[in-house]
């Protein structure tokens, strides 16, 4: 075996096909079961990925291999311990942002929600607050800022001057402001 080994470690340096197909032969069940311990809460296709990973990098690095025969299983033992930490570290962090990503989502989501439903109660309590206007004041109230008429429109509508409406705008308003003052200070 060691001539044949060392046979296959020559010609796998010289990138030799065959050199490639002896070593995942022979050494594919130690490069799985590293890869699957360390990797163990992955799928499937995460951990066959990671021998891809390592028996390209035997490929790819077979020179640098300086060593005996006997030396090659520990070698590429190394090579698959540390592709699995790093496709584990890789799978952890990503992990994490897309969590991270989620919560992030979640929590706009519940700022949206919160102040449409502070919007929702700001709006509901100045329509009641303008319901408690007369009636006239509160028809002008509704034709200006509900469907946005100009001053012109509401005074032509309502057969009244446009200083007139100024005026009942302009008392309204106070009228309104005191009013949500006092309720503020009431809650």
Same mark, same amino acid.
């Given at each position: 075996?060691?001539?044949?080994s ?7 340096? @010289?990138?030799k ?16 079961t590293i #890869? #699957? ?9 995460d951990?066959d990925?990671?021998?891809n ?6 490929w790819?690095? #077979?020179?640098?291999?300086q ?5 090659? &299983?520990k ?7 540390? &592709? ?6 890789? #799978? &952890? ?5 897309e969590?991270?990503?989620?919560m992030?989502?979640? @929590?706009?989501s519940t700022? /949206?929600?919160?102040e449409?439903?502070?919007? /929702? ?14 009636d006239?004041?509160?028809d002008?109230f509704?034709m200006?800022?509900?469907l ?7 005074a032509?509508?309502?057969g009244l ?9 302009y008392?309204g308003?106070?009228i309104?402001?005191t ?5 503020e200070l009431?809650?």
């Amino acid at each position: 075996m060691k001539s044949s080994s060392t046979n296959f470690i020559t010609r796998l340096k @010289k990138q030799k096909e065959d050199a490639l197909e002896f070593i995942i032969e022979a050494y594919m069940p130690l490069v799985k079961t590293i #890869a #699957a311990k360390i990797l163990h809460s992955m799928k499937e296709p995460d951990i066959d990925e990671c021998i891809n990973d390592v028996f390209l990098t035997v490929w790819q690095n #077979a020179h640098q291999f300086q060593g005996e025969p006997q030396d090659f &299983k520990k070698w590429i033992g190394m090579i698959a311990k540390y &592709k699995a930490i790093d496709r584990y570290r890789q #799978a &952890k962090k990503r992990i994490e942002r897309e969590q991270s990503d989620v919560m992030l989502s979640e @929590k706009e989501s519940t700022i /949206r929600t919160e102040e449409s439903i502070l919007k /929702r109660e700001e709006r509901n309590e100045l329509l009641a607050a303008i319901s408690q206007l007369k009636d006239h004041d509160r028809d002008i109230f509704m034709m200006k800022y509900y469907l946005e008429l100009s001053n012109g429109e509401i005074a032509d509508s309502l057969g009244l001057t446009k200083a007139a409406i100024d005026n009942r705008l302009y008392r309204g308003k106070k009228i309104l402001a005191t009013n949500l003052k006092v309720k503020e200070l009431l809650i």
